[in-house]
Nanobody, 115 residues
Framework: QVQLVESGGGLVQPGGSLRLSCAASGSIFRLAVMGWYRQAPGKQRELVATITSRDSTNYADSVKGRFTISRDNAKYTVYLQMNSLKPEDTAVYYC?????????WGQGTQVTVSS
């Protein structure tokens, strides 16, 4: 069993920045595809960004150029740097760890973008 613990959410004004962190409890992290997803009220959970074990990244069109995903395999941690935040980025952000046959989620962290 792998535990994922997110942190770094909060309230920020439009145009501001936040950095989310997700710490994993096991070395399986090093082999896994790590991802950030989000779910806004009344909407389905959607992909934000993913990063493979070889640091290949993928982003949703809505966040390209504003968000950056990265990972530190020594710390079993994945990050999401979010810049130029917009009110429509408001959501609960979830960390995901994926390998074939393995799929873990964190508990989520709230990000609210509002003036």
């Amino acid at each position: 069993q792998v535990q994922l613990v997110e942190s770094g959410g909060g309230l920020v004004q439009p145009g501001g920045s936040l950095r989310l962190s997700c710490a994993a409890s096991g070395s399986i992290f090093r082999l896994a595809v790590m991802g950030w997803y989000r779910q806004a009220p009344g909407k389905q959970r959607e992909l934000v960004a993913t990063i493979t074990s070889r640091d290949s990244t993928n982003y949703a069109d809505s966040v390209k150029g504003r968000f950056t995903i990265s990972r530190d395999n020594a710390k079993y941690t994945v990050y999401l740097q979010m810049n130029s935040l917009k009110p429509e980025d408001t959501a609960v952000y979830y960390c995901n760890l994926y390998l074939p046959g393995v799929n873990y989620w964190g508990q989520g962290t709230q990000v609210t973008v509002s003036s």
